[in-house]
């Protein structure tokens, strides 16, 4: 019977050469809002070693990047207070109290910037990983389960006008002012009427600031009656059929909001306001799952692309479960959160301390109020109607600069200065012709998606302008990948995770340039002692 012979191993390989993590945990939870506090509460009770990470407070320079969240230059100078903030975290969420009684160790103002578990390519790894990052510092945590409990951003929609200071996301709004008590705005337009609208309009309104109107692109409000009707009588306008065209202002931002009926562009009206907070919808957050290679879905009813998952929040990967609206939108967040705990609990081998029959409900609420599917179609009849009235030299990518007309015409970034009448002749629809257009190919072309706030201002109104332009069904459109680090890091953070000196020996080689280094060639053989006889790096 022959032999195979196996080639030696490759010193340059990074296999056992890892460095273990500096810290290790039973259960990480990222994400300490309603789902996420739950979830890491529920376990701790259960007697595991929880380590319960957020990102809030961000810094100030992530908020002025529109980071995590859009922002919107509406912040005051309290989050150049990082101490204040914390206390104000602490004191809007009063679960995190709990969660400190319980021995849950919580870290704030600390971002996962990417997770990974055993798999291809990642063979060498034990446990899971996450690589977390402060202002300071980046280290490594080793894991055996992971809820992500990331919860929702802002879907945003640009106009003119839009890039400038005082146009802002709900998720944002909601968190300097309810979170960080630093909003600097006083008078509020808000696109859009449905639930999030809605509640935005009563949590300002309760905060004392004023609200001049909701705008609405459907003929009718989309949220329920009564609330619409409440709001109307404390002097609310409502305006449907109507979407924004202009924002104008002055040296301090927004002045006032010019907005247009979706049929007639000659009936238009301006709203006086200093703030534009666009609450037509929210996305869930899955940047983590998607660098962890979690299985995601098109689910328009769930609030659109979203991991797969049962209903306990167990994803396709062994170690990793879900909760909160990053699973689905409008469920109840804090049932989610210990669903997803006792899920986890059960694949460690631990039982909930919870009775069963104290329990929630397996099941995941309705979602938005909205009917399932009609999500999707609702943000298409705002990206039509918006480009119909604004335009295509409107920005739809405000980071790199890239215009709806740029992104229609998959025109080269205009930096490059190309004329080419072979580009002048591509658009989406002879793109689309060569096989299904793909975000990630549009990101390459364009730069649309390319810029600081990670496409968190526009990822979905570039798919939603792509299947128009293309005219595709908007569900055909893929997400963009999204990779680590899934937050802006400064380099010195990030690499201030120091390799092992195994990896460090041979991370050159890698490169093969064989002017400078050694070819792959040449390992193995003659050549390469010669080479480092010669002094050549390794």
Same mark, same amino acid.
């Given at each position: 019977m022959s032999q195979v012979t196996l080639p030696p191993p490759d010193r340059a390989s990074i296999a056992g050469k890892f460095l273990p993590p500096q810290e290790h945990v039973p259960l990480i939870v990222v994400g300490a809002g309603t789902a996420g506090c739950a979830a890491a509460i529920e376990a701790a009770k259960a007697g595991v070693s929880v380590m319960l990470v957020d990102e809030?407070?961000?810094?100030?320079?992530?908020?002025?990047?529109?980071?995590?969240?859009? *922002?919107?230059?509406?912040?005051?100078?309290?989050?150049? %207070?990082?101490?204040?903030?914390?206390?104000? =975290?602490?004191? $809007?969420?009063? $679960?995190?109290? +709990?969660? *400190?009684?319980?021995?849950?160790? =919580?870290?704030?103002?600390?971002?996962?910037?990417?997770?990974?578990?055993?798999?291809?390519?990642?063979?060498?790894?034990?446990?899971?990983?996450?690589?977390?990052?402060?202002?300071?510092?980046?280290?490594?945590?080793? *894991?055996?389960?992971?809820?992500?409990?990331?919860?929702?951003?802002d879907l945003n929609f640009t106009f003119a006008g839009s890039d400038q200071p005082g146009v802002m996301g709900a998720q944002g709004f909601h968190t300097l002012l309810a979170g960080y008590d630093a909003f600097a705005g006083r008078r509020l337009a808000i696109v859009g009427s449905g639930d999030l609208a809605l509640q935005t309009a009563e949590t300002a309104l309760a905060a004392g600031l004023d609200v001049a109107a909701l705008v609405e692109v459907r003929d009718a409000p989309q949220g329920p009656a009564n609330r619409v009707?409440?709001?109307?009588?404390?002097?609310?306008?409502?305006?449907?059929?109507?979407?924004?065209? +202009?924002?104008?202002?002055? $040296?301090?931002? #927004?002045?006032?909001? =010019?907005? =247009?009926?979706?049929?007639? $562009?000659?009936?238009?009206?301006?709203?006086?306001?200093?703030?534009? #907070?666009?609450?037509?919808?929210?996305?869930?957050?899955?940047?983590?799952?998607?660098?962890?290679?979690?299985?995601?879905?098109?689910?328009?009813?769930?609030?659109?692309?979203?991991?797969?998952?049962?209903?306990?929040?167990? %994803?396709?990967?062994?170690a990793v479960f879900v909760a909160g609206d990053c699973a689905r939108l409008g469920q109840d967040a804090a049932a989610s959160g210990r669903r997803a705990a006792r899920a986890a609990l059960a694949s460690l081998g631990k039982a909930s301390s919870v009775p069963a029959a104290a329990r929630d409900a397996s099941g995941p609420a309705e979602t938005n109020g909205q009917p399932e599917g009609d999500g999707l179609a609702y943000q298409?009849?705002?990206?039509?109607?918006?480009?119909?009235?604004?335009?295509?030299?409107?920005?739809a990518c405000i980071c790199e600069d890239v215009t709806r007309g740029d992104l229609l015409g998959v025109k080269p970034p205009r930096y490059l200065g190309w004329r080419s009448n072979a580009i002048a002749r591509r658009d989406l629809v002879t793109l689309a012709g060569d096989g299904p257009v793909n975000q990630d190919q549009i990101k390459r072309l364009t730069r649309a998606c390319m810029g600081p706030c990670q496409a968190r201002r526009c990822r979905e109104q570039v798919a939603l302008m792509m299947a128009i332009g293309a005219g595709e069904p908007a569900e055909s459109v893929p997400l963009a990948g999204y990779r680590a680090p899934v937050r802006p890091l400064p380099l010195s953070v990030l690499a201030d995770w120091q390799e092992s000196a195994e990896m460090d020996e041979g991370w050159n080689v890698w490169f093969g340039i064989a002017t400078q280094w050694i070819g792959y060639e040449d390992i193995g053989t003659t050549r390469e002692a010669e080479q480092l006889a010669a002094g050549m790096p390794y």
């Open positions: 809030n407070p961000v810094s100030a320079g992530l908020v002025g990047m529109n980071v995590p969240l859009y *922002f919107g230059g509406r912040a005051t100078n309290a989050v150049q %207070t990082p101490e204040r903030l914390v206390e104000r =975290v602490l004191e $809007a969420n009063p $679960a995190l109290a +709990e969660a *400190f009684e319980l021995g849950v160790d =919580v870290r704030l103002s600390t971002s996962v910037w990417g997770a990974w578990v055993k798999g291809p390519g990642l063979n060498h790894l034990g446990a899971g990983l996450a690589g977390l990052a402060d202002e300071e510092k980046s280290w490594m945590v080793g *894991f055996d389960r992971l809820i992500v409990a990331a919860g929702a951003r009707a409440a709001l109307a009588e404390k002097g609310v306008a409502i305006v449907t059929g109507h979407v924004p065209l +202009e924002a104008r202002g002055n $040296a301090e931002g #927004v002045a006032g909001l =010019v907005v =247009v009926d979706r049929g007639d $562009a000659d009936r238009r009206q301006e709203i006086a306001c200093d703030t534009v #907070v666009m609450a037509v919808g929210a996305v869930p957050v899955i940047e983590l799952l998607d660098v962890l290679g979690a299985r995601r879905e098109m689910a328009p009813g769930r609030g659109g692309h979203v991991p797969m998952s049962d209903e306990g929040g167990a %994803t396709s990967l062994e298409l009849d705002w990206a039509r109607a918006m480009l119909a009235t604004g335009g295509e030299e409107v920005l």
